[in-house]
């Protein structure tokens, strides 16, 4: 009887650290490989870019020194979709399908996010948007498997948009980088500039990338609006801006960048960009904690990170602790964790909501004036924090099909 009772125990021991190991083995291809698919090249680049390889690489080594989740080891690569859909689309599917890869991250350029999101949609695995800023990725183009991770158009003209019409500033022309993105942040404004009592008398659109802004910034003058609106981003902004101080139309009416980078304004300088008003949903010079993570970020990439860069850190370190928490690497398993954990990781603090949008604080941020930056990249004051029920589309609103009415 004693020898029949301690071959059960072992027996029921070998059992459980089968059941265990088993457990521990839930890794798909024993690798969790994740992805930064962006603009390496183009006129994004700089506001994302090598920056969010930093950043991914610097999660990972964070979250573990060995870069192994669950004793399996974490891969990162990297790819130039050059911000085009179907180098996006093509890129996704070759590394779901040949690379393994679990996770896509970063995505810059609404065009190519949607491709990407479309992509893992049909296989089955997870994008981790920072880059791109149109809300149709949480709206109509909404996906179970996604998260859209930094902020969106309806963020940008519920900080600037409505900071500035309350400022006096309430008849508005646009010049709209004439794809998705552009014509998300043109709407979103325009509905925040008309709930607030203002007027928007007219836009033009301009291809993207642009180079040559003159024709466009002439007609916004013409219009005699008090505001003229840039629904544009990266090099095509700070090419705006220039030009319109070149014509002397920035002494007159008021230039307002609806997506500005703090790259954007180190581009720029002080001297051109100063009493800009922007919003953002990381700066580097918040707090202590952003402060201290920045300043890693700096000593590996040599330039303070954008708010996507912090985007991406946050995305890879969280999706990481999701499948360490579910000792998993299922892409279904893993979302309904990260959708039900609330997250605070010292650079963001905020809950992933149905439609996939991570709810979070933002910031209204004015450019500073030559003599009042102290240091190198002290570029900003922060005027206002915009509480993230404020900077996020009502759910009541939203026509993602995730959300139940």
Known sequence: MKQKLIAQAVTALCLSAMAVGAQAQKVS????????????????????????????RMAIEDFSNSKTVLGKKIELI???????????????????????????????????????????EQKNKITLISGAASSAITGAKCTATNVHWTYDTY???????????????????????????????????????????????????????????????????SSGSQVIGLANAGADTINSIKQAAE??????????????FITDVHSLGLKTAQGLTVTEG???????????????????????????????????????????????????TVMAKLRSTPINDGLFKGVIRADGKFEHDMYLLEVKKPAESTTPWDYYHVRAVIPAKDATLPLSKSVCKLVKK
Do not use: C
Request: proline letters at 2%.
């Open 78 to 120: 990297s790819a130039d979709h050059q911000n085009k859909a179907d180098i996006t689309a093509n890129k996704a599917r070759e590394w779901f399908d040949k690379e393994k890869v679990d996770v896509i991250v970063d995505l810059v350029t609404t065009s190519a996010a949607l491709a990407a999101m479309e992509v893992a």
């Open 247 to 260: 014509f002397g139309i920035s002494q007159k009416q008021t230039i307002v960048p609806l997506l500005m």
């Open 29 to 56: 291809d024993d690798v969790v490989k994740i992805g930064v698919l962006t603009d390496l090249s183009g006129a994004y680049s700089d506001l994302s870019g090598q920056g969010s390889v930093v950043a991914a």
């Open 155 to 221: 963020a940008l003209s519920a900080g600037t948009g409505n900071a500035m019409v309350k400022a006096g500033k309430k008849s508005w022309f646009f010049v709209t980088a004439d794809y998705a993105f552009g014509h998300s942040l043109e709407g979103d404004t325009s509905a925040v500039v008309k709930s607030a009592g203002g007027t928007v008398v007219g836009s033009v659109r301009h291809p993207f990338p642009g180079s040559d802004f003159s024709s466009f910034l002439l007609k916004a003058q």
């Open 282 to 332: 990381f700066y580097w010079d918040f707090n202590d904690q952003t402060r201290a993570w920045s300043k890693r970020f700096f000593a590996q990439h040599k330039r303070m990170p954008t708010m996507v860069h912090a985007g991406v850190y946050s995305s890879v370190m969280n999706y990481l602790k999701a499948v360490e928490a579910t000792k998993s690497d299922d892409t279904n």
